[in-house]
């Protein structure tokens, strides 16, 4: 028994169809690429015929190919009443020139009647014809037994008649699909093992599974771990879990746990270092906000902020990981805040390349300055880089970049435009500049004021960038009164850094969120310059 396993990239199709969504067409190609250096075996690229931007997604990998990945065309089985040679759809499928083709048909006879308007006969016809064109036409076929489930429990006998109709025809894979989500673990095992003993083995070409997985009920992922234990050899899942509704099976959870916990050969270890990676870099490229309490790659998956974990983290990750973080391409972050230790500090120090002693007092100043702060309504645990400067500012090691000496920022609103101008005063090195910009609002004008003023003194601020702005009312009692707290996060295309600012005004907060957002990227610009080592007084 080979423990080779088969992923199945659908985040092109399916998992473009999660709300808020939507891929052009150089989306699509950067994805591919991503996908292909992550070692996925299949990428399903779309629908050829469906609309003209997947038509060019093929055209344009046949110009410039993937280096080791299988492009996959999806299609459904061919129109009631007529034959796969003359269906048109098919025609265009077979331009795509891919060499696998997925095709999807009904598992279940409350579709083929109430969807397809037709009879259960023609619907097996329509699965047996259509696998045996393609395979005529040089394809390999892959089956997708779209609501299998759901068309499993209400007519078993038809079910399983479509998929050996399918086998027998030609198809390689039969994959299971749980459309509707709403199958559980315990179902999903009996309902494989039936399957496999009713398939049987005594076939030419032996049958293969494959499971397809969607989270309705919260457990795509442990349903598709549990159909590959009873025997299933493909796993169809999508990057970060895109998908319609509650989206698919996330392959960013299925690889890591079928590599490194169940012992499956998925892809190449020095492709599984990139996951975390290529899961960001897809989240960014769908413009989607990345889940920072994602399993395995998310920014939480590996932060320890509880000072008892951070020192027993400390002495022994395996305390409080269930893996190397490492292995995936993730890193261990200390978290900070109101309820952090010593502990705490000393390590969250070492990540920013500072050895503190334990007996520095500075130690205890920067833990009663972060609780003081936090009681203010300050939070660190989400704004590490102004945790940063604080810190750095304890240590009378934070370089002076800049000083503001005041702002003002004037908003004029007239019919159904509104624009702001902002101008702002500040020094750099003794020398005093006084800048204006205007902005499609208050933050937007203020930061481009601040860069108009900064850029000639440091270039590599047109390189940062706002990526986020969130807004908190800390005592919402208070109406407009009240205190709020900005965080603000930045980019400069590599590293994202997030910074706070809290205030009655919401426009100093914001002013201070900004600053510090400009001046950390400044930081780790000038990083290598800047690492200390401090030692106890």
């Given at each position: 028994m080979t423990n080779r396993l088969w992923i199945?990239?659908?985040t092109l199709r399916d998992g473009a169809q999660c709300e808020g969504l939507s891929l052009s067409l150089e989306d699509k190609l950067r994805i591919a690429r991503q996908l292909d250096s992550l070692g996925i075996p299949f990428i399903e690229?779309?629908?050829?015929?469906?609309?003209?931007?997947?038509?060019?997604?093929?055209?344009?990998?046949?110009?410039?190919?993937?280096?080791?990945?299988?492009?996959?065309?999806?299609?459904?089985?061919?129109?009631?009443?007529?034959?796969?040679?003359?269906?048109?759809?098919?025609?265009?499928?077979?331009?795509?020139?891919?060499?696998?083709?997925?095709?999807f048909g009904k598992s279940w006879d409350l579709h083929v009647i109430e969807s397809l308007k037709t009879t259960l006969e023609e619907n097996l016809a329509m699965i047996r014809d259509t696998i045996e064109y393609l395979r005529s036409q040089g394809r390999r076929v892959i089956y997708d037994a779209e609501h299998w489930f759901d068309g499993y429990k209400h007519n078993r006998d038809y079910a399983i008649k479509t998929l050996e109709v399918a086998a027998d025809a030609g198809a390689e894979w039969l994959v299971l699909c749980d459309t509707n989500g709403g199958t559980l673990p315990h179902e999903v095992s009996q309902v494989v093992r039936d399957v496999l003993a009713a398939l049987g083995t005594n076939r030419e070409v032996p049958v293969q599974l494959g499971i397809h997985t969607h989270n309705d009920s919260g457990v795509a992922v442990a349903n598709a771990?549990?159909?590959?234990?009873?025997?299933?050899?493909?796993?169809?899942?999508?990057?970060?879990?895109?998908?319609?509704?509650?989206?698919?099976?996330?392959?960013?959870?299925?690889?890591?746990?079928?590599?490194?916990?169940?012992?499956?050969?998925?892809?190449?270890?020095?492709?599984?270092?990139?996951l975390t990676q290529v899961s960001r870099s897809i989240s960014e490229i769908v413009n989607l906000a990345p889940d920072d309490h994602a399993p395995f790659v998310g920014l939480s998956a590996f932060a320890h902020k509880g000072g008892i974990h951070v020192s027993a983290v400390e002495k022994n990750p395996l305390t409080y990981e269930h893996l190397e973080p490492e292995k995936i391409g993730n890193r261990r972050r200390i978290v900070i805040s109101d309820q952090a230790g010593l502990s705490n500090v000393l390590a969250k120090?070492?990540?920013?390349?500072?050895?503190?002693?334990?007996?520095?007092?500075?130690?205890?100043?920067?833990?009663?300055?972060?609780?003081?702060?936090?009681?203010?309504?300050?939070?660190?645990?989400?704004?590490?880089?102004?945790?940063?400067?604080?810190?750095?500012?304890?240590?009378?090691?934070?370089?002076?970049w800049f000083e503001i000496k005041g702002f003002?920022?004037?908003?004029?609103?007239?019919?159904?435009?509104?624009?702001?101008?902002?101008?702002?005063?500040?020094?750099?090195?003794?020398?005093?500049?006084?800048?204006?910009?205007?902005?499609?609002?208050?933050?937007?004008?203020?930061?481009?004021?601040?860069?108009?003023?900064?850029?000639?003194?440091?270039?590599?601020?047109?390189?940062?960038?706002?990526?986020?702005?969130?807004v908190r009312i800390l005592d919402s009692g208070a109406g407009t009164s009240a205190k709020t707290r900005v965080l603000v996060e930045f980019s400069?295309?590599?590293?994202?850094?997030?910074?706070?600012?809290?205030?009655?005004n919401i426009l100093d907060a914001s002013y201070q969120a900004v600053v510090e957002g400009l001046e950390y990227g400044l930081v780790l610009g000038d990083r290598e310059a800047i690492v200390l080592t401090v030692s106890s007084y």
């Open positions: 199945y990239d659908t690229g779309g629908w050829p015929g469906a609309n003209p931007k997947d038509v060019q997604f093929f055209w344009r990998l046949k110009e410039q190919p993937l280096t080791q990945a299988e492009v996959v065309a999806f299609c459904s089985t061919r129109r009631p009443g007529t034959t796969a040679a003359n269906d048109e759809m098919l025609q265009a499928i077979l331009s795509a020139g891919t060499r696998w083709v997925t095709l771990l549990t159909a590959v234990q009873e025997g299933v050899t493909m796993v169809q899942g999508t990057i970060n879990g895109y998908g319609e509704r509650c989206g698919n099976a996330d392959l960013c959870s299925l690889i890591p746990n079928f590599q490194l916990k169940l012992g499956y050969d998925c892809i190449q270890d020095e492709q599984l270092v990139k120090a070492r990540t920013f390349g500072m050895d503190l002693d334990r007996k520095n007092p500075a130690c205890r100043q920067i833990l009663e300055k972060l609780k003081d702060l936090e009681s203010q309504g300050y939070q660190f645990e989400g704004a590490e880089a102004s945790f940063e400067l604080l810190m750095r500012e304890a240590l009378e090691q934070r370089p002076p003002q920022v004037h908003c004029d609103k007239v019919g159904e435009d509104c624009t702001a101008l902002a101008t702002v005063k500040l020094s750099v090195n003794g020398t005093n500049i006084l800048e204006a910009a205007e902005g499609n609002g208050p933050v937007s004008a203020l930061d481009a004021a601040l860069r108009k003023a900064l850029v000639n003194f440091y270039p590599a601020i047109a390189h940062f960038y706002l990526t986020d702005y969130k400069n295309g590599q590293d994202r850094w997030t910074t706070v600012g809290v205030s009655g």
